[in-house]
């Protein structure tokens, strides 16, 4: 299984949206002067622009960069993109997002500037008109995995029917479970694998074997240019965990990470000039 398709069309399309992004076409702006690109965490949020919404991904992509945002299952199993279970830390709203219907989280707005929470099918068809966009879904919260992983499957099949899932990486900080029940039950859905700080096996041969396809790591467990050049000459995105430092992104650039979480998608790209 842990080379289920890295031969094939999963890691074809990884490497076809590396290409169009390093070397031209759609992609290419998305790509920063210095060939490392912002990947906005919970979009690129403003004190004007709310965090996972629409406005946020349309706002990355204009500043050039890939998008990080979160879903997880309204009670009916509708596909909410929200940072926390409770929704009451993001919008007007009290409850948690698994015991409340999507029609009534769709009447909820976001704080404080009053904006639509988005489902993961507005935010698929959002990427399919920003070309060259790659979005970090992180997908949390409980339901996923019920009758053979039939919601993560659906919300698979949602990013196939708006074309992107060449361009959708699915993700978990806290289980690697979601890697699994993807790479059993939908293997053509690319993953990104963001293993602990003190993760005892962070090696390309334990990402194989987790079928993933990109690694999003900590400027410490990508230690040296040959830790980073190991994981790339075996098929794999490396990126950076979070981190608004430029000391950092630095750092991480002349490591050879591909693209860094920030919360300063702007700053990024504004430092991502200067360096070269």
Not at 21 to 26: A, E, K, R, S
Not at 103 to 124: D, H, M, S, W, Y
Not at 144 to 167: D, I, M, P, T, Y
Request: aromatic share 8%.
């Amino acid at each position: 299984m842990a080379a289920r398709f890295r031969l094939g069309s999963s890691l074809v399309a990884a490497l076809l949206s590396a290409v169009l992004v390093l070397l031209g076409g759609p992609g290419a702006q998305a790509a920063g002067a210095c060939g490392s690109t912002a990947l906005a965490h919970r979009g690129a949020w403003s004190s004007k622009v709310d965090e996972n919404t629409i406005e946020s991904i349309e706002r990355a992509h204009q500043l050039g960069a890939f998008t990080e945002n979160d879903v997880f299952l309204s009670s009916d199993g509708g596909f909410v993109i929200i940072h926390n279970q409770s929704l009451r830390h993001t919008t007007n709203c009290t409850g948690d997002v698994k015991n409340t219907p999507l029609a009534v989280i769709k009447q909820c707005r976001t704080t404080p500037n009053g904006l639509r929470i988005p489902t993961a099918v507005e935010v698929f068809n959002t990427l399919a008109g920003n070309p060259g966009q790659l979005i970090d879904l992180e997908v949390k919260g409980p339901g996923w995995f019920q009758h053979g992983n039939a919601k993560l499957v659906e919300l698979r099949n949602a990013a196939v029917a708006a074309g992107v899932l060449n361009r959708v990486f699915f993700s978990n900080d806290t289980t690697y479970q979601t890697l699994t029940a993807l790479r059993d039950s939908a293997p053509n859905a690319q993953t990104a694998w963001k293993p602990d700080s003190d993760e005892p096996d962070f090696t390309p041969a334990h990402a194989s074997a987790l079928s993933t396809d990109a690694v999003m790591a900590w400027g410490t467990q990508w230690s040296t240019k040959e830790k980073v050049a190991g994981f790339q000459q075996a098929g794999f995105q490396v990126w950076a965990k979070r981190s608004d430092n430029q000391q950092v992104w630095t750092r991480n650039w002349r490591l050879g990470l591909k693209a860094q979480l920030t919360n300063l998608p702007g700053t990024y790209k504004t430092w991502c000039n200067s360096v070269v």
